[in-house]
């Protein structure tokens, strides 16, 4: 008992030294409380060396999904984007009825989210991320993360909006209306909840107005009025262009 607890005292102070060590002799519950320290530390890399160990040392272990979920959590947080990724896929389809499964959904979801770039970039991250959110709200419905879930596809759904509206914006600039009303009559239809609606209605709008549609353009103006929340100076032009068509 004496020789064991000095070699698991040995063993984590060559840890906390930040060596690479072989754990021989540390038992599974010494290994977890180290890991579980570094983990609430913010000690990302000794606490994935950590659960790895675990795995390895305990492949049946019935905590191996804990495992791997705070193995992939420690990557997140050190931007280890693709080995992160790997870890919650590995949770959620190793182990899809884990009391850990709606957890590694929703981080997937959310690591996808972090890689994101400014909206007028490329937006596959936040496509997948979007993908992800969408998949966890299908497949658990009860889970305590749900609220997190439908916060974070809100915020997506308003990026992706975001990129539609200067895409649309773009094609009218260029005197390509027509592309422009496609293009935003999708987004208004993939994101009706994105809190720039009423500035997509109103490039509609305008869009039709190019085109020297004023009934439909009337229309769309009308609804960003009503559907939509508009800085002061847009419900000003808005007023002033169906004032015009009276």
């Not at 049946?60 to 931007?79: H, I, P, Q, T």
């Not at 996808?112 to 936040?126: K, T």
């Not at 305590?144 to 308003?158: C, G, K, N, T, V």
């Amino acid at each position: 008992m004496y020789r064991k607890t000095i070699t698991a005292a040995v063993f984590l102070w060559l840890c906390a030294c930040g060596s690479s060590v072989i754990s021989e002799g540390v038992s599974r519950e010494g290994l977890l409380q180290a890991a579980a320290e570094d983990f609430d530390q913010g000690r990302w890399s000794r606490a994935s060396l950590l659960y790895t160990e675990l795995q390895f040392r305990f492949p049946g272990d019935e905590l191996y999904d804990f495992f791997l979920l705070r193995g992939a959590m420690c990557n997140r947080e050190m931007r280890q984007w693709a080995d992160a990724e790997f870890g919650f896929y590995r949770v959620v389809n190793e182990f899809p009825r884990s009391a850990w499964a709606d957890d590694a959904q929703l981080a997937l979801a959310q690591t996808l989210w972090m890689q994101r770039r400014d909206h007028r970039r490329d937006p596959a991250p936040v496509s997948r991320a979007r993908e992800e959110t969408r998949l966890f709200l299908e497949r658990y419905p009860g889970s305590e993360l749900r609220s997190q879930a439908e916060d974070l596809l809100s915020e997506i759904d308003d990026h992706l909006a975001r990129r539609a509206l200067d895409t649309g914006r773009f094609y009218l600039r260029r005197n390509k209306p027509d592309a422009a009303i496609l293009y935003l009559r999708e987004a208004l239809e993939s994101y009706p909840e994105a809190s720039s609606r009423g500035r997509i209605l109103l490039t509609i709008g305008d869009a039709y107005r190019a085109q020297g549609n004023d009934y439909s353009a009337g229309s769309y103006y009308r609804r960003a009025v009503n559907e939509g929340a508009l800085t002061p100076e847009e419900l000003l032009r808005v007023e002033e262009i169906l004032s015009e068509g009276r």
